[in-house]
């Protein structure tokens, strides 16, 4: 099952002779920055578990839920640990510059607030920002700053890059977002294959802490960008089954796979699959199956 791309596996994938452990600080979280001239011509349709802040100067596609639009002139490409996106260039001649960072990096400074929740990062929103010639200039102005300032020794330099990072973000909220996305021919296919995608991804659940962030039909609308109700007769025609359906499926699927193969008490499986109380899960499972956890875990003995 494919997972969200860590910020160490972007390392193994692009960097040469740098490691994770090299431009960690304890403490702080996850901050780097990096110049687009030898990026990855095209790049796989996925979620990452990181934010990531591109100032692209080259033509190519973005491939975003049900649509994807033509990047033909200088842009801004903002991306979320939540949203799957994909990049594909039309040529070899890409630069520009781009800033990838963690949840934690964010959360030590409070002037960013939530920055998922903003107008770039929004699920639902627009993450493409085309940029005229001055918008440009001072974009990359705010890059090179960060890559002079990421390779100094100043003690608060990455309140520095903070600061930098808030600046580029209220920059391009002076933007307008770009509209002209265009929708696939076959979009119901699309829309139901992501979904599917988006649902695997979820599992399995490796621990109860690590527990299931989508659980309702509008939660995977909301990642995909795009309407629950598009979602539900997308999935609903191509598959016969509604989106509920296909949900409640999977998680009694790990529900059954957690009782047989795990040691996990039925508290912990209910928290891991989502639910608030072990009771829920008690009726949701046995609504599913006629049989509770406890009477399917002991006809296993």
Not at 91 to 119: A, V
Request: aromatic share 12%; charged share 20%; net charge negative.
């Amino acid at each position: 099952m494919e997972t969200p791309e860590t910020i160490s596996e972007f390392y193994e994938r692009n960097v040469n002779n740098i490691t994770f452990k090299d431009i960690t600080t304890p403490g702080i979280g996850h901050f780097n920055v990096f110049s687009r001239d030898d990026c990855s011509l095209i790049t796989p349709y996925s979620r990452r578990d990181y934010y990531k802040i591109s100032l692209i100067i080259g033509k190519g596609k973005l491939h975003y839920a049900d649509k994807w639009i033509h990047v033909d002139r200088p842009a801004l490409l903002f991306s979320n640990p939540v949203v799957p996106y994909s990049w594909e260039a039309d040529d070899e001649d890409q630069t520009g510059w781009f800033c990838l960072f963690s949840d934690q990096f964010l959360q030590n400074g409070n002037r960013l607030g939530n920055l998922q929740d903003s107008q770039l990062f929004k699920i639902g929103g627009t993450p493409i920002f085309f940029v005229d010639e001055e918008q440009q200039k001072s974009v990359s102005d705010i890059f090179q700053k960060m890559m002079v300032e990421i390779q100094s020794d100043y003690i608060h330099k990455y309140d520095m890059l903070r600061a930098y990072l808030h600046l580029l973000v209220h920059e391009t909220m002076k933007i307008n977002p770009a509209e002209n996305f265009e929708h696939y021919q076959n979009a119901s296919q699309r829309v139901a294959s992501l979904f599917i995608e988006l649902l695997e991804r979820q599992f399995p659940i490796d621990s109860p802490e690590a527990y299931l962030k989508l659980k309702a039909p509008t939660d995977y609308a909301e990642s995909l960008s795009i309407h629950v109700n598009s979602l539900n007769r997308s999935v609903k025609e191509i598959t016969g089954k509604t989106t509920s359906q296909q949900i409640a499926s999977r998680i009694i699927q790990e529900a059954n796979a957690l009782l047989q193969h795990t040691d996990w008490n039925i508290s912990e499986i209910a928290y891991g699959l989502g639910f608030e109380e072990p009771a829920y899960f008690t009726n949701y499972f046995k609504k599913q199956t006629g049989l509770t956890p406890n009477t399917l875990r002991n006809s296993l003995v």
